[in-house]
């Protein structure tokens, strides 16, 4: 496992934007798919990116594609969130996880369960 911090979040106005980092220790993060949800109290831990080990493929879910950005820099450790044009309906605490990446394609990293290792969340708020 590896063990993850995410930081960045904070109180914004709608419209405006907020880059969220995931920082990782441990030598097998650079092979690993990375994730980012978001959780609002009493709804279900939602997938909102997910990037694979080499950055080179991606997937944004319908409800933020074209203002989230997910992007992750290896030599660094880190996944990056940025979020844009950001809405009341974006606030939750977002969690970033990773799991080892078996190469067989994002659609196997949809869920929370299929991921062993979380940070401890970060909160977002977009006032209106």
């Known amino acids: 496992q590896v063990q993850l911090v995410e930081s960045g979040g904070g109180l914004v106005q709608a419209g405006g934007s907020l880059r969220l980092s995931c920082a990782a220790s441990g030598r097998t993060f650079s092979r690993c798919v990375v994730g980012w949800f978001r959780q609002v109290p009493g709804k279900k831990r939602e997938l909102v990116a997910t990037i694979s080990w080499s950055g080179a493929n991606y997937y944004v879910t319908n409800s933020v594609r074209g203002r989230f950005t997910i992007s992750r820099d290896n030599a660094k450790n880190t996944v990056y969130l940025q979020m844009n044009s950001l809405k009341p309906e974006d606030t939750a605490v977002y969690y970033c996880?990773?799991?080892?990446?078996?190469?067989?394609?994002?659609?196997?990293?949809?869920?929370?369960?299929?991921?062993?290792?979380w940070g401890q969340g970060t909160q977002v708020t977009v006032s209106s």
């Open positions: 996880a990773a799991e080892s990446d078996t190469q067989l394609g994002l659609t196997h990293y949809l869920s929370r369960a299929d991921f062993g290792s």
